[in-house]
């Protein structure tokens, strides 16, 4: 399935993605009077198959009868999109994860997964525009990334097993000041001002990924083509990540794990070539199976 949040008045309702349109899950329950149906897209995650299951059964009748809920369907360009996931306890992010993106930013391919992280203000949505910060950065990069997002609590998973623990998977532009980012030799600063983590559209299953490890991955600033790759090129694949990560930390439903970004990005041009994201500019990150994430980016208003 394809999982979304609709942003309305009175709260976010969780949506998902049918072919007849957006079923907005609060409002069909209440034509069918359902019981024990998750709205809200922490509860399927944090549900676990049980709350996955009802949910499914439901959309599936949904499916069979889209006149009976033809008041919960929506265009998508009727809605405004939240965030495809809401609160995620962890953001966890991993650099220099693209073969080629390590060789355009002269540095060495890791020997062991870089780790640094993110927190909840960066979160943002599919639609959102997204505030440059003059006061305080002139450099903010694009960075197109897939986000696996777990589904079970996860410890000291082997690497075999570790895609059992995956709820789902998005797209992500892991937004980056390089002049605060590179202040320090920690990046957390550049990486953690407002909304620079827009996620969606979609959070996407996991059944309906067979292989996250091979997936077209994508930018457009203004139209233009500047990251053009496949996840083929982690230097450390989604499984190895999850099992990584999980050898150190407990990770929980909900929490995020960004996996990095191939090469293209504006660092990574000869200095007299870089043209950093500025006011009025569009960001599209497109990933196979999952969606085009399009944002655009305005002037901080204090």
């Known amino acids: 399935m394809k999982l979304l949040m609709i942003q309305k008045e009175e709260g976010a309702h969780l949506g998902v993605k049918l072919a007849a349109g957006v079923l907005d899950i609060v409002e069909a329950v209440k034509i069918n009077d359902e019981q024990n149906v998750p709205t809200e897209v922490m509860e399927v995650i944090e549900g676990g198959s049980d709350a996955l299951l009802s949910l499914t059964r439901f959309v599936e009748k949904a499916s069979a009868a889209p006149e009976t809920f033809a008041a919960a369907l929506y265009h998508e360009e009727e809605i405004t999109f939240g965030p495809c996931v809401t609160a995620p306890r962890k953001i966890i992010c991993i650099g220099l994860n693209y073969r080629k993106h390590a060789f355009e930013t002269?540095?060495?391919?890791?020997?062991?997964?870089?780790?640094?992280?993110?927190?909840?203000?960066?979160?943002?949505?599919?639609?959102e525009d997204i505030p440059l910060p003059a006061k305080v950065t002139c450099q903010v990069d694009y960075e197109a990334e897939l986000v696996i997002v777990i589904g079970k609590k996860t410890k000291y998973v082997e690497k075999e097993q570790a895609l059992e623990h995956v709820f789902g998977y998005c797209c992500v532009n892991d937004l980056s000041a390089r002049d605060l980012q590179m202040r320090t030799q920690q990046w957390l600063l550049g990486k953690s001002l407002d909304k620079f983590s827009p996620l969606g559209p979609y959070l996407v299953?996991?059944?309906?990924?067979?292989?996250?490890?091979n997936l077209s991955i994508g930018c457009t600033v203004n139209g233009e083509v500047r990251q053009q790759s496949n996840t083929s090129d982690m230097v450390f694949s989604c499984d190895e990540i999850v099992s990584y990560v999980s050898q150190h930390m407990t990770l929980s439903p909900g929490d995020i794990i960004l996996t990095g970004t191939p090469e293209g990005v504006v660092l990574g041009y000869p200095e007299d070539k870089r043209v950093w994201l500025k006011p009025g500019d569009t960001v599209t990150i497109e990933i196979e199976k999952l969606g085009s994430l399009t944002n655009r980016f305005v002037e901080e208003v204090h």
Not at 112 to 126: Q, R, S
Not at 205 to 213: G, L, S, W
């Open 205 to 213: 299953t996991a059944d309906e990924i067979d292989n996250p490890n």
């Open 106 to 127: 002269n540095a060495p391919i890791p020997a062991y997964p870089i780790l640094f992280n993110k927190f909840d203000n960066t979160i943002a949505a599919h639609g």
